[in-house]
């Protein structure tokens, strides 16, 4: 168990719609990654927030968008859902501070699909 | 722009024979880190080990050892006496860990099956 946890495991859902999925952080990890894994493009970052705030964009499509809470769990919004959108969607955390740098570790993900 | 590249799709070996994991990476900067990602089945992604660009020694940590060769750009990853436990997708991945610039770049991973 790596310590961070998101929510769904699961979600199926029709094109046009709009879902939202969560990530909470580990404990005293400040910095929150999104990524996406499908078959086609393999594993790619999405986007990064540290401590509230938008720290790098990826291949993120403008029909999506995140945010950090002051809590630090984050959360990714797609809408106008795509059948191309389906996907597992990653969420990890990091512990950066004072010009270290630390691995990722990633939560179990989101399984999308889009009918 | 940073990449990564791991030739082998798919390695397949039977139980307790050693393999090694190919990996290769580019980048221009000259501070960046390495990683191996695993991913069973069950489909999470488990952290493996990490490197940082200044430090070449290789690892060892029980069956899974590492060779980190600056010279040729490569980072691979060798399981000794494989057991079917192994059996997953492996990931290399790279980052050149730059304010805003912390994500990592995938390979396109290495799916091993392990032959009882």
């Known amino acids: 168990d790596s310590g961070v946890t998101q929510t769904p495991k699961h979600l199926i859902t029709a094109t046009g719609q709009r879902v939202t999925l969560r990530c909470s952080p580990r404990s005293g990890d400040l910095s929150v990654y999104w990524y996406q894994q499908s078959l086609d493009q393999g594993l790619q970052f999405l986007i990064q927030y540290y401590n509230g705030e938008e720290r790098a964009k990826g291949n993120i499509l403008e029909r999506f968008s995140a945010q950090q809470f002051p809590d630090l769990h984050s959360e990714l919004n797609l809408s106008s859902l795509e059948l191309g959108d389906s996907a597992l969607y990653f969420c990890a955390s990091s512990t950066q501070s004072g010009g270290s740098y630390n691995e990722q570790f990633f939560g179990p993900g989101t399984r999308l699909t889009v009918l | 722009a940073q990449k990564v590249t791991q030739v082998q799709t798919e390695i397949s070996v039977v139980e307790k024979e050693d393999v090694t994991l190919d990996c290769v990476y580019e980048t221009r900067d000259t501070t960046y880190y390495l990683f191996w990602y695993k991913q069973p089945p069950s489909g999470e992604l488990v952290f493996l080990i990490r490197?940082?660009?200044?430090?070449?020694q290789n690892e060892i940590s029980g069956r899974y050892s590492w060779n980190f060769q600056k010279s040729t750009s490569s980072f691979n990853f060798t399981i000794t006496a494989s057991q079917v436990v192994d059996s997953a997708v492996y990931f290399c991945?790279?980052?050149?860990?730059?304010?805003?610039?912390?994500?990592?770049?995938f390979g396109t991973g290495t799916r091993l099956t392990i032959i009882p």
């Open positions: 490197r940082n660009s200044f430090d070449e």
């Open positions: 991945a790279l980052s050149e860990a730059r304010f805003g610039n912390e994500k990592l770049t």
